[in-house]
């Protein structure tokens, strides 16, 4: 992996809470109206929009309620200001009917003065998630 630097270091820490399924370090690196996209509406359930942090842990809940993540591997992390961008790979399992799939992701960062995230996107490949919802 790349050297990471001050804000790239901060994401990848995230990543190791995020494993582990520790949140609240996640949910406290957000900024108060912190503004968090996942792609797939409206065929994947935990998609949307969600704005602040007790919105982003109803994402979390939404998340584990419909994947279990059985492989999650961070393969880049790049920093350019108050800006990362992470990608990497996923095997996941739709709880609800037992597909696997898997997919590259891409997830984007943006901090303010704060240290604080105050925007993220994440971009995997929808339609394999939304099929193994299926």
Known sequence: M??????????NQLYDCFMRRDLNPIINTLSRDCIWEVMGQPDI???????GREDVKQFFTKLNDCLDMTDFVVEHILENG???????HMNAVARKTNKRFSSFWCMTYEFNENDECVHFRDCVDTLACARAMK
């Open 2 to 11: 790349e050297t990471l630097v001050h804000y790239g270091q901060k994401v």
């Open 45 to 51: 359930p935990y998609a949307g929009i969600y704005h």
């Open 82 to 88: 108050n800006m990362v961008i992470a990608s990497g």
